[in-house]
């Protein structure tokens, strides 16, 4: 019978993964990414050389507010390059594969992962959460790799700042690395944030370069052609 | 440490990101009254509580939330201290969507290693198949749930008895 068990939840933790998740984004319609694409009109407006925010905004919830970090920014650069849709859909693939791979990531048993990818399939706030296009599986990929590493401050601080860059609230681990004394993944956390903060300004000018050199060759093998 | 690096952050940014991002945020929080903010603040008003109320809600779960980030720091082990400081990042936070909720799989992952099965409930109570039956007070309850589990598992393994109830007797 724990045999039987054991060889039937992988299957069932697939079949209730890929319905929750596919039921979610088939019945979306309209509302498919509808938090991501907040993302990449910032990622569009700092690359057209706009802010990254817009302030006409007066409450939380409604469409295309953006209200991350700056330092979350590089991260979207590049949808911002991709139409809405393919950056959407580019998104959702990322999303699924990030918390799939933080699965992979927890230092727990293996039936205890297939357990956990079963109960997403089934979770409301998961299969909410990637048909939004929110950031929630990229923090959770972020949290996991972090809990694998405890002992490793490289791992912990590189990871503790993505979490950091993307959102405030999840900067918290940092703050419980200073306080359980782990120094060096504190340092390491803060010099990646730095570097992060530096690519805000770096990057506007970078990706606006790569955007002209694109145009620039397809004008260029169209005029070939 | 921390405050000189973000200055240092800002210095690098450039003041006008960081000033747009902080006006952006003065301008729309309004979180006790948000709708569909699932904080326990948030919750207690949409159930009828006065806001001024509801804040001093939200109030006292934020201390106890801190209260017991920091008493895991000290009595837990260090995994159970870093999984309750992974669902405080989401409770002290003024705005909590119910998506957020999809984090709490890390500690349900905790539990069940430590053989809390009970603990796959936490998912389940906001199934998808429950939508519109699960109410938005479950959010902040299972949120509350998983955090002093958490804590209490993690003190528990620290401890050289084994018995949770023997732990917590003393």
Known sequence: MMQLARTALPVLALLSFVSGTGAAVAAAGDTLGFDFLAYHQAAVRLLDGQPLYDMSFAATGGFGLFYYPPTFAPMLLPFGLLSAATATWTWLVVSVAAFLVGVAALPVSRSVRWWIVLLAGLSFPFVYAVKLGQVGPVLFLAFAIAWRTLDRPTGLGLTGAVGAAIKLQPGLVLVWALLTRRWTAVVVGAVALLVAADRVRRDREGARAVVAAVTATLSRLLHLS | ?170
């Open chain 2, 1 to 170: 440490a921390l405050l000189g690096l973000a200055a240092l952050a800002t210095i690098l940014v450039g003041p006008s990101a960081w000033t747009d991002f902080l006006t952006l945020l003065r301008t729309v929080s309004e979180p006790i009254t948000t709708e569909h903010n699932f904080t326990p603040g948030a919750v207690a008003y949409q159930l009828g509580v006065p806001a001024a109320t509801a804040s001093l809600v939200q109030l006292v779960s934020t201390v106890g939330v801190i209260g017991i980030f920091l008493a895991a720091i000290r009595l837990a082990t260090g995994e159970a201290s870093y999984l309750v400081t992974v669902v405080a990042s989401q409770l002290v936070s003024p705005i909590v969507w119910d998506h957020y909720a999809m984090l709490l799989l890390l500690p349900v992952a905790y539990l069940l290693s430590a053989g809390r099965w009970w603990a796959v409930a936490v998912p389940l109570v906001t199934a998808w198949p429950l939508v519109g039956v699960t109410p938005p007070v479950v959010y902040p309850i299972v949120f509350w749930v998983t955090l002093v589990a958490t804590f209490m598992v993690g003190r528990a393994a620290r401890d050289p008895r084994t018995n949770l109830s023997e732990v917590y007797a003393s």
